[in-house]
C-alpha cells in the first residue's frame, strides 16, 4: 500500500463539517434550515426502488427520441452508438457520481463537489451551467407531451387550445412535484413498468419480421454528426442529476451506488433492445425516423392497439422525466442555499419537505423556454452540460490527487491515473459536442455562461450589503479541507468495488 503525504490545511475536515453523521455511514445530520423545518423528520426518504425509476427517468424514460440517430446516421450507426457511449460516457458519468455523490450526500451534489475542489465561485457556476441546462430540459417534455397526444387529439396540434394545456400540463406536473419526492418516485416507478411493458410485447411481435441485414445498413455521405452526437449525447446523459437530492436517499451510501448500476443497465437495454427490434422489423425508411415514429413501426408490427399503447406510454413518459427533472432542480437550487450560495429562501420547504421556491423557479424557466424548437433545445442544454461536466471531471481529479484520505464509502477501484485514463474517452466526447455545436449555440452558450460570472459578484454584493439572509457557508471550500483521519491508508488504491 502507498504511503499518502497528508494534506496540510488550516482547519482539519471531518465528516460531521460536510452536515454528514460519521456515526453511522450514510446517514445525514440534518442542515440548521432542516432542523428548524416542523415537517423535515416526517419525511419519507428515498429508497431503492423508486431512486432506480427516478435515475431512469432523469436519463431515459424510454426508447423515446432515439428516432432522430437512426435518420442522422443509419440503423448500423445508431446502433453501434447506442451500444459503445453507454462504456465511453454513462458508465464514467454513473461511476464518478456513485463515488462522490456517497463523499458528499448532501442536497446540491456537484454544486458541493466543485466548491469542495475549487471553492465557492466555482460551485456557483457548475450550479448556474447545470440548472440553466435542467431547465432547459425540463422544458421538452410538455411539448413533447402534447405532440403525442396530437396524434389521437388533433386539437391540440397548434392554438389557443395548445398553448392553454402546456400551461396546464406544467401547472399540473408541478404541483405533483410539490407534493414530495415519495410521491414523484412512487409515480415513476408506476410510470416506468406502463412505460417498458409496451416495448416488451413490441420486440417479442417483432421478432419473426426481423431480418438482420437491415441492421447493417450505413450511408456517411449523408451522416449529419452534429444531430447523431447530440441525440446520442441527449438520451445517455444526467446520469449526474440524482446527486442533487442525495440528502433525501435512504443510507446513500449504499444505496446510490447500487441504484446507478441497476440503472446504467435498464436505460442501456431500453434503447438497444427496441432499436434493434424496429430497424429490424421495417423497411428502412430514414427521412420518416423522426420523433415518434416507433409509434408507426408499432403499427406495422402489433397493428393499432399496439400503437395506441405505445403512444399513451410516450405521452406518459414524458410525465415521469419531467417529475424526475424538475425534482433534480429544485433540490439543487435548495442545496445551494444550505451551502451559502444563494439567498437563505432558496433553503424553505414546504409541508410535504420539498424546496418550495426552487420548484417555483424551475416551472417558471420551462414555461419561458418552451418556445424553442426540439432540436435547438437538445443542443443548448447539450452545450452547457459539457461545460459543467468537465468542470465535474476536474474537481474529480483535484479532490483524488489533494484529498486521498477523504472518507469515499464507495471508490472507483483505480489509482490516480486509472481514473483519469477513465475520464479521457467522456472528456474528447465532450469536447466534440462542443466543437460541433451550431454558431446560434454557440453565441446564446457562451452568453449564458458569462452571465453566471456576473450574478455571482451581484450575490456576494447582496450578501455584504445584507439585502438578503444568507446561510452560513459550510467548511467544503479548499482553505478548509484537510484529510480525514491520520491513517496512511490509499482510498484510491483501495476503493470499494460497486456493490460493496
Known amino acids: 500500500m502507498k504511503e499518502v503525504m497528508p494534506v496540510i490545511a488550516p482547519h482539519p475536515l471531518n465528516r460531521e463539517e460536510f452536515g454528514i453523521n460519521a456515526g453511522e455511514e ?7 434550515s432542516e432542523q428548524s423545518s416542523p415537517r423535515r423528520g416526517s419525511v419519507a426518504k428515498l429508497s431503492m426502488l423508486p431512486l432506480v425509476a427516478l435515475i431512469f427517468y432523469e436519463v431515459s424514460g424510454g426508447p423515446f427520441g432515439l428516432e432522430d440517430s437512426v435518420r442522422a446516421g443509419g440503423p448500423l450507426l445508431a446502433l ?55 431547465v432547459t430540459d425540463n422544458a421538452l417534455y410538455p411539448v413533447l407531451f402534447l405532440d403525442y397526444l396530437k396524434r389521437g387529439l388533433p386539437v391540440f396540434a397548434k392554438g389557443p387550445a395548445r398553448v392553454a394545456a402546456l400551461l396546464l ?14 410521491i414523484v418516485g412512487i409515480t415513476a416507478v408506476a410510470l416506468a413498468i406502463f412505460t417498458l411493458l409496451p416495448f416488451f410485447v413490441f420486440s417479442l411481435l417483432a421478432i419473426p419480421k426481423i431480418q438482420m441485414q437491415r441492421w447493417f445498413v450505413m450511408d456517411l455521405r449523408s ?17 449526474d442529476n440524482v446527486s442533487t437530492l442525495a440528502g433525501e436517499v435512504d443510507k446513500p451510501s449504499q444505496t446510490l451506488p447500487k441504484a446507478l448500476l441497476w440503472a446504467v443497465v435498464l436505460v442501456t437495454f431500453t434503447y438497444i433492445v427496441p432499436l434493434l427490434a424496429g430497424t429490424g422489423a421495417v423497411e428502412l425508411d430514414r427521412a420518416k425516423w423522426e420523433d415518434g415514429y416507433l409509434a408507426d413501426v408499432a403499427l406495422v408490427i402489433g397493428g393499432a392497439p399496439l400503437k395506441c399503447w405505445i403512444t399513451i406510454a410516450a405521452a406518459l413518459s414524458n410525465m415521469g422525466l419531467f417529475e424526475a427533472e424538475m425534482s433534480s432542480n429544485s433540490f439543487q437550487l435548495l442545496g445551494m442555499g444550505e451551502n451559502g450560495l444563494l439567498p437563505q429562501v432558496f433553503e424553505q420547504r414546504s409541508k410535504y419537505g420539498t424546496p418550495s421556491l426552487g420548484i417555483l423557479c424551475s416551472a417558471t424557466g420551462v414555461i419561458i423556454l418552451s418556445w424553442m424548437s426540439f432540436q ?36 472507483i477501484p483505480l489509482n490516480t491515473a486509472g481514473v483519469s485514463l477513465l475520464l479521457l474517452p467522456p472528456s474528447i466526447f465532450l469536447l466534440s459536442i462542443l466543437v460541433l455545436a451550431s454558431l446560434k449555440t454557440i453565441i446564446l452558450g457562451v452568453f449564458i455562461s458569462m452571465l453566471g460570472f456576473v450574478v455571482y459578484p451581484g450575490l456576494e454584493v447582496a450578501k455584504q450589503k445584507r439585502w438578503f439572509k444568507f446561510s452560513a457557508s459550510p467548511k467544503i471550500y479548499p482553505k478548509d479541507v484537510e484529510v480525514v483521519g491520520s491513517s496512511s491508508h490509499d482510498a484510491h488504491d483501495e476503493g470499494s468495488g460497486l456493490l460493496t
Open 223 to 239: 451522416m449529419n454528426w452534429r444531430v447523431y452526437l447530440n441525440i446520442l449525447f441527449w438520451n445517455l446523459n444526467y446520469w
Open 80 to 134: 453501434l452508438g447506442f451500444i459503445i457511449v453507454p462504456f465511453v460516457w454513462s458508465i464514467p458519468e454513473a461511476l464518478v457520481t456513485a463515488e462522490l455523490a456517497t463523499a458528499f450526500p448532501k442536497n446540491g451534489g456537484f454544486v458541493v463537489w466543485i466548491s469542495a475542489a475549487f471553492g465557492p465561485f466555482w460551485g456557483f457556476q457548475e450550479g448556474w451551467l447545470k440548472w440553466m441546462s435542467g
Open 169 to 182: 400540463t406544467t401547472v399540473g406536473l408541478t404541483y405533483l412535484n410539490y407534493r414530495g419526492l415519495t
Open 26 to 32: 450514510g446517514q445525514d445530520t440534518p442542515t440548521a
Open 376 to 411: 435547438e433545445i437538445i443542443e443548448f442544454l447539450n452545450f452547457l452540460y459539457c461545460f459543467g461536466m468537465l468542470l465535474e471531471f476536474a474537481a474529480f481529479i483535484w479532490l483524488r490527487v489533494q484529498q486521498p484520505n477523504l472518507l469515499r464509502p464507495f471508490c
